[in-house]
């Protein structure tokens, strides 16, 4: 039949056929399957309805389809999935899981494919953490199985799932939409048949659960860059070499002892009610330092560098999220003379002394969880951690020890038995932590050295570190070694800085008086060939205010709170409530800082003269 009979050919219905049958609409309906007939054929039956007074001839018949389709829309069948060699055989609807691919059929496009490989969940995780849940997505392309995680978020939205692609899995922009119905409605089919498993992200203790990675059934579903971090963090070799070597190195010098205690401490800081804190050990090459930080590492992990030990070779953030996943572990850093900027390391080190990480706001409008840690950081280098111009909460926060001396005898000997026997005592340690009466017993005994520790010249910081780290010591030489060989108070006390130590002012007055001598030319007063900052008098220097300010600034200190404290001490003339004076310097009367120089007391090994000296 030619489409001009077929036009011509549509029969002529009254306004009841149109109104009280089906008639006119099952006759378009027909030709569901032929648009370009079906779109004549309506448009002439519209007028044909018009004259008899129907006007919406149009959206009756697309409500006629709808109905029809609903009508004729396949049965889920019992079906289940037919992949080779697939992980869990489950039940998939109207779906069609084969060795051809996914695919389901529809009423107006016929079949249409979801996916052109084997691909089903197989596992859903819950993050122990967050309450989070992802699926383990398995898939085949060619003979061997796959597995990727995914957020239920990234396979509920056609946009999001096509980030599967970056692993091999088969979707595109076309395909989006049925993967997510498949993969949804096959969870849905067998949510008791698709194993639920706890999940991790990161190290370290759980509320309510226990320590990561030591809880059973725990799965990691972190990012994927810490992976083969988390999977350091396991027990390898033999557990008594482990021991014979440890303590052989607990009947020698005091530096590995420092390092293996600080390790064990690392997870007392968040029990204990503790802050984080820094153990830098520093010094020339061939001391050992390195091997030092494989001893800490094998309590916990594979002590190679680059699995558990890592360098400073990282940026801040990479350090605030290294930071964050050992979470109660020790973060351990190699290498410091790596990094580049010196100035800004001190904002480093606040930030990870602080164990809290930068709050960052995201695409929805809200923030991200802030990272969170509560951890000792073992570092070292061949140089101090801390200098001159370091604020004094940075310096309050850290441990600092000068290796004088070889660590080891025979560090290589030592290291190859470490890279071979490693993760048993760290395990250990914790199991008996949590034991509530042993926490009961660590907090007593750490409340004890705490007190012994805090002197009227130590800061609390300090000494609560230091208290930390003997209180760790102590529990493993009873619990782990038995060798009676604990550090004690009077060993660790010398590694403490005093409260002057500490002090940014007062290493900002020291870098001032030094300043001074060693540019005394520049303070003279008056001159007519080289750059005047002031006159140098007896026992005391007028530093035009400027100056003074820039001064501060090259060292790396705050001349506003340093200029406060300066008028605390006396150490500064002022005048109607000015930090300065007038003097004349040049012959022009400027506004200076009277400053008063350090003499040669007790308590300071400096003179500085006046200019007629």
């Given at each position: ?10 029969p002529?219905?009254?306004?009841e ?7 006119p ?16 054929i ?11 007074n129907v006007?919406n001839f ?5 409500e006629y389809?709808k ?14 999935t ?21 695919s ?23 993050n ?34 096509l ?27 067998n949510y ?7 999940s ?14 030591y ?5 990691f ?10 999977e350091?963090?396991?027990c ?7 021991l ?24 007392l800081?968040?029990?204990?009610g ?13 001391v ?5 930080l494989?001893?800490a590492?094998s309590?916990w992990a ?19 999220k290294?930071a ?25 080190i606040?930030?990870?002394?602080e ?36 604020g ?20 290589r000997?030592?290291a ?19 034991v509530?009466?042993m926490?009961?017993?660590a ?8 007190a ?15 208290a ?5 010591d ?38 001032i008086c ?15 060939i ?23 600034d ?7 709170s ?19 004076i ?10 200076c800082?009277?400053?008063?120089l ?7 090994d ?8």
């Amino acid at each position: 039949m030619t489409e001009e009979s077929i036009i011509s050919g549509i029969p002529i219905y009254t306004y009841e056929d149109y109104i009280s049958s089906t008639a006119p609409y099952e006759y378009a309906y027909q030709y569901i399957d032929d648009s370009f007939t079906l779109e004549r054929i309506i448009t002439q039956m519209s007028n044909n309805a018009k004259e008899v007074n129907v006007k919406n001839f149009r959206k009756i018949f697309s409500e006629y389809v709808k109905k029809k389709k609903k009508l004729t829309k396949p049965i889920a069948l019992d079906s289940v999935t037919q992949f080779d060699g697939q992980p869990l055989e489950l039940s998939c609807g109207a779906w069609r899981a084969d060795e051809f691919g996914v695919s389901i059929e529809t009423t107006d496009y016929g079949e249409k494919f979801a996916c052109n490989h084997p691909v089903l969940p197989v596992m859903r995780l819950v993050n122990i953490d967050t309450g989070v849940e992802k699926l383990m997505i398995s898939y085949r392309k060619g003979k061997q199985w796959r597995s990727t995680l995914a957020d239920k978020k990234t396979l509920a939205s056609n946009n999001s799932i096509l980030e599967l692609a970056n692993v091999g899995v088969g979707v595109t922009s076309e395909n989006s939409k049925l993967l997510v119905q498949y993969l949804h409605d096959v969870e849905s089919l067998n949510y008791d048949l698709i194993p639920e498993k706890n999940s991790v992200s990161r190290l370290g203790w759980i509320d309510g659960e226990g320590f990561s990675p030591y809880v059973e059934n725990l799965v990691f579903d972190g990012d994927v860059n810490f992976k083969s971090y988390f999977e350091s963090v396991q027990c390898y070799g033999d557990y008594d070499i482990w021991l014979e070597l440890a303590k052989k190195v607990r009947s020698g010098n005091v530096f590995p002892r420092l390092i293996l205690a600080a390790s064990f401490a690392s997870v007392l800081v968040k029990p204990l009610g503790g802050l984080p804190f820094f153990l830098h050990i520093w010094g020339g090459t061939e001391v050992g330092k390195t091997v030092g930080l494989m001893l800490a590492a094998s309590v916990w992990a594979n002590p190679e560098v680059g699995r558990y030990i890592h360098t400073f070779n990282s940026t801040s953030v990479g350090r605030e999220k290294s930071a964050a996943f050992v979470n109660s572990l020790p973060l351990i850093l190699d290498e410091l003379q790596i990094i580049k900027d010196k100035k800004d390391f001190d904002q480093s080190i606040y930030m990870l002394s602080e164990g809290a990480g930068r709050t960052r706001g995201n695409k929805s409008g809200g923030v991200d969880k802030t990272p969170t840690w509560s951890n000792c950081i073992i570092t070292s280098g061949e140089m101090p951690i801390t200098n001159a111009s370091s604020g004094g909460g940075a310096v309050n926060r850290i441990l600092e020890v000068e290796c004088t001396e070889r660590l080891f005898d025979d560090p290589r000997y030592v290291a190859n038995l470490l890279k071979s026997n490693y993760g048993f005592a760290g395990k250990a340690f914790v199991e008996l932590l949590q034991v509530p009466e042993m926490i009961e017993a660590a907090q007593i005994i750490y409340e004890q050295i705490y007190a012994q520790t805090k002197t009227e010249d130590t800061m609390e910081k300090q000494a609560g570190a230091a208290a930390l780290v003997l209180t760790a010591d102590k529990l493993v030489t009873d619990w782990i070694f038995k060798d009676d060989k604990a550090l004690t108070v009077k060993e660790i006390s010398e590694f403490l800085k005093s409260k002057e130590a500490v002090s940014v002012n007062q290493r900002a007055y020291e870098y001032i008086c030094e300043y001074v001598v060693q540019n005394k030319n520049k303070f003279c007063g008056s001159s007519e060939i080289t750059e005047v900052l002031g006159r140098l008098e007896e026992g005391k220097v007028y530093i035009i205010r400027n100056a003074f300010n820039r001064i501060c600034d090259e060292g790396n200190f705050n001349s506003g709170s340093f200029l406060s404290w300066l008028k605390q001490k006396r150490l500064i003339e002022t005048k109607s409530n000015r930090n300065t004076i007038s003097k004349r310097i040049n012959g022009v009367p400027c506004n200076c800082v009277s400053l008063t120089l350090l003499s040669d007391t007790e308590e300071n090994d400096y003179h500085f003269l006046g200019e007629d000296d």
